[in-house]
């Protein structure tokens, strides 16, 4: 089976200061990858560049086995979603309007959206516990519930890959559980991969399969959950000492 | 979101208006037509003593008034979704001030109208391909460089334009006043301008939606399939060249560009699929009415239409304005 996303040797700068360094990546269909860091370490940087939305410095990023490049943009768009942390819209538009813009790689260029298209947006609203809200100006919208419109574009749009850019920002704690297991689903019965950047370990071992960290001067550490996510490389990553508290088979990590 | 139906029956009506300010145009002036005279003298019935002013003086500069109206509030809408800018107005990047300068010395010269028209055209393409130029430099071409860029060159052009009013003898400043403030009495052929028009909106239709998306974040429309970077260049090109052949047949119209997309906006929703064409058709009516307004209110005075749609355009932002507060 080809994979969903794979990184060859890729290194990733900005502002003269590298990201990753010959980083080597796989994401086949079902898998859950988690991007730990601190502030600044450069997780929507690499992020980005997984999305092929920035040019790497070194190496190469295949989506389904081919280069961004060759699938091009549109094609792209129809298998990889990304969703970026929060941005202020200079234009009021509706939650229904902002949703139905996922629906646009998959659209021709002369093609309106049709009621297949606005029933799709709908069940997204719905998922994301925005049922009824559809005809409400974004600017009038919560934080968090701004962020769970991002989620339900995504959704619209119906991608194989999902690329997420701290999803659980801004997001109570049912919440965060909510979008965390809409997500579990998409990668359980839609074959779906995701990445995402999250900030809490042990939401990233109960949701995810693989981790990677990057330390933010360039080197990194990837594998299965059980093996990365440690307190030890914790508090390494982090700067800040971490002790594990476990409950059956789940771990957390508390600051010491 | 407008479904297509809704789109086109909102197209009509607005066209419907747009027919009806051309025909006011026809009637209303120093002589007044009746409407079945306007009529048959368009029908080309050359019997009636009136149809000659019809025909060569009034049809020409309603439609010119049209079109220009219809290019700058297309290219208002286009440069607001260019800079992601509300405020943003066909004006703001430097392209009237560059027109102006053109325009300007070419009356201080003493040059004839095509030469004013010419000087006019040259200056907007020279402060289109500056502002390109300077904003494009360290490939970035981000909103903010680019809308600060325009802004300089802008008062560049503005502090020309004082100097030449201030060096102008006083024979040639009423005409000089007159264009900064826009001015359609000098309009004699409208086809150059209705062409552009057509070809503006017909350069932009197929990428309307993928405008919508530019409009909400370059990053987000960039990951949903969109080529930003050269819809950005297509962009700036019609605002670029729509707004220079506007100006440069009707001087520095003001608020056109402005208020019609918000108005446009507030009635029809932010898709520009439906809200190109109907800032089209809505500036074209606005203007159209404007300058016949300006012909006849203090005849045989005539008003620089400028000043009408100011007058207009003001008090209604600032209504618009408090009624949906940001």
Known sequence: MTALLEARQLTVGIGGREVCRRLDLCLAPGERLAILGRNGAGKSTLLSTLAGLRPAQDGEVLLAGRTYASWGARAAAQQRGWMAQSQADPFSSTVLETAMTGRHPHLGRWDWESQADADLARAALAEVGLAGMEQRETPSLSGGERQRLSLATLLTQAPQLYLLDEPLAHLDLSHQIAVLEILARRAREGAAGLAMVLHEPGLAARYCDQALLLYGDGSWEAGPVAEVLTAPRLSQLYGHPLKVVADGAERWFIPA | ?326
């Open chain 2, 1 to 326: 979101m407008p479904s297509r139906r809704r789109a086109v029956a909102v197209l009509l009506l607005l066209a419907l208006l747009a027919g009806g300010s051309l025909v006011t145009a026809l009637m209303a002036g120093s002589i007044s037509v009746s409407l079945p005279d306007a009529l048959a003298a368009l029908a080309g019935d050359t019997t009636l003593a009136q149809g000659e002013v019809v025909r060569s003086l009034r049809l020409p500069r309603a439609l010119a008034a049209f079109a220009c109206g219809g290019l700058l509030a297309v290219a208002g809408a286009l440069m607001q979704v260019l800079l992601r800018n509300p405020l943003a107005d066909p004006y703001v990047l430097g392209i009237s001030g560059g027109a102006g300068v053109g325009a300007l010395g070419a009356i201080l010269l003493g040059l004839p109208v095509l030469g004013v028209n010419l000087l006019a055209f040259s200056g907007a393409l020279g402060a289109i391909l500056l502002v390109f130029g300077l904003a494009h430099g360290d490939g970035s071409w981000t909103q903010t460089r680019l809308l600060l860029t325009g802004v300089i060159v802008a008062a560049g052009c503005g502090a020309l334009v004082a100097l030449m009013l201030s060096l102008a003898p006083e024979s040639k400043l009423q005409n000089m006043l007159y264009w900064l403030m826009g001015d359609l009495s000098q309009a004699a052929d409208p086809w150059p301008s209705l062409l552009a028009l057509g070809l503006a909106l017909a350069l932009a239709a197929p990428f309307a939606r993928e405008m919508n998306l530019l409009a909400r974040g370059l990053a987000a429309a960039q990951a949903l399939g969109v080529a930003v970077f050269g819809l950005r260049r297509l962009i700036y090109a019609i605002a670029a060249l729509a707004t220079a052949t506007a100006v440069t047949t009707a001087g520095a119209v003001g608020f056109i560009g402005l208020i019609v997309p918000h108005l446009m906006r507030l009635a029809v929703g932010n898709d520009q699929r439906l809200l190109l064409p109907a800032a089209a058709l809505a500036g074209g009516t606005l203007l159209t009415l404007a300058d016949t307004l300006a012909r006849t209110v203090v005849s045989p005075l005539q008003l620089p239409v400028g000043v009408l749609t100011a007058l207009i355009g003001v008090p209604v932002f600032l209504f618009l304005l408090s009624r949906h507060p940001r």
